[in-house]
C-alpha cells in the first residue's frame, strides 16, 4: 500500500484548483493512486446516507459510465450515495478519489470499501493524522469536494442536506451543478427538485454531464437531423382534425387524407374520437 504523504501548495502534484477557492486549505494528506490528481475532468458525486433503491442505482449508473470515460470520481466515502459512486467508479476500472473529514488514520467509515480506496483510489483529507470525524469538519470538506470538481452531481437529497451545501461551494465556485430528479412524493427526491428550480442542470442520464464536459456530444439534440413532413410536423404537440391539419400545411384536403390514412396504416399516427388525429410516437 503507498504511503500516507503530505502535499504543500509548492508540491509537486499540488491540486491547482485548491489554491482558488474561499478558505483554501495550507496543505493535503493523501494515500493511495496520487496520480489521480492529475487526472481531468472530475465530476463529484453526492448525495443521501440514507437512499432509495432508485437512488443507489442512479449514483452507481452515473458513476460507472463517467468513469469508463476517463471522468475521475470524487466524493465523501460516506454510506450510501457517496460509496455507491466510489465503488461504482472502482468497478469500472476507473479512478476516484474520497476526500475526508478526518485524518487518514481514522477515515469514516472504516469498511472493505475504504481499504480498496487505499490502493485502487486515492483518499485526500486537510485534517492530520490522529484527528477524529467532527460535525464541523463535513460542511469545509463539502468545499474541497466541490473545488476538486469541474461539476457537482446531486443524487439523493432531502430538502435540508449536506449535498446541498456541496453545491452551493459548488456554485460560488463556479462549478456546474447537476441534480437527478426523483419520485415528487417522495423526501429524499426534494434537495434535488429545490436545486432543479434554482437552474441546477436537469441531469437524466451520464449523457448529459459528458455533454457539458465537452466529452460528448449533448444526447438531448435530436439524433435525426432529417426534419418531419409538413404533416407531422404540424401534429408535434398537438391532437388536430383533417381540416385544421389542411388549414395548417397548405395542402388540400383531399391530399391531408390520404397521407393520414397512410400513417395510420405505418401506426405514426392514431385517429382519437371526434376525428382528431396525433402523434403516435409522443405517446411511448
Not at 7 to 35: D, T, V
Not at 166 to 179: I, P, S
Not at 209 to 223: C, F, K
Request: hydrophobic share 40%; with cysteine.
Amino acid at each position: 500500500m503507498p504511503p500516507a504523504i503530505y502535499l504543500e501548495r509548492a508540491s509537486p502534484g499540488w491540486p491547482g484548483e485548491c489554491s482558488h477557492i474561499e478558505l483554501p486549505p495550507e496543505g493535503l494528506w493523501a494515500e493511495g493512486r496520487l496520480e489521480h490528481l492529475a487526472r481531468r475532468p472530475r465530476v463529484a458525486i453526492v448525495g443521501t446516507r440514507s437512499p432509495t433503491p432508485y437512488g443507489e442505482a442512479q449514483a452507481r449508473r452515473f458513476s460507472h459510465s463517467l468513469a469508463k470515460e476517463g471522468v475521475v470520481i470524487v466524493s465523501g466515502l460516506a454510506r450510501g450515495i457517496d460509496q455507491s459512486a466510489h465503488l461504482a467508479a472502482l468497478d469500472a476500472g476507473g479512478a476516484t478519489i474520497a476526500v475526508l473529514g478526518s485524518g487518514l488514520d481514522r477515515a469514516w467509515p472504516e469498511g472493505p470499501l475504504t481499504d480498496r480506496m487505499r490502493t485502487e483510489g486515492l483518499l485526500l483529507t486537510e485534517h492530520p493524522l490522529g484527528a477524529g470525524p467532527r460535525k464541523h469538519h463535513f460542511p469545509l470538506r463539502n468545499r474541497l469536494i466541490s473545488g476538486l470538481s469541474n461539476a457537482v452531481l446531486v443524487v439523493e437529497a432531502a430538502f435540508a442536506s449536506g449535498s446541498l451545501i456541496t453545491a452551493r461551494w459548488a456554485v460560488d465556485q463556479g462549478r456546474m451543478v447537476f441534480a437527478v430528479p426523483g419520485r415528487v412524493d417522495h423526501p429524499m427526491a426534494r434537495g434535488c427538485h429545490r436545486l432543479l428550480r434554482e437552474g441546477a442542470e436537469l441531469a437524466e442520464g451520464p449523457e448529459d454531464v459528458l455533454a457539458l464536459l465537452g466529452i460528448r456530444e449533448d444526447a438531448r439534440a435530436p439524433a435525426d437531423p432529417t426534419p418531419l413532413p409538413p404533416l407531422l410536423a404540424a401534429l408535434r404537440g398537438e391532437t388536430l382534425t383533417a381540416d385544421e391539419l389542411a388549414l395548417r400545411t397548405g395542402g388540400g384536403l383531399s391530399h391531408v387524407l390520404a397521407e393520414l390514412v397512410a400513417l395510420e396504416i405505418d401506426g405514426r399516427v392514431a385517429r382519437s374520437p371526434g376525428g382528431l388525429f396525433r402523434i403516435v410516437e409522443l405517446d411511448s
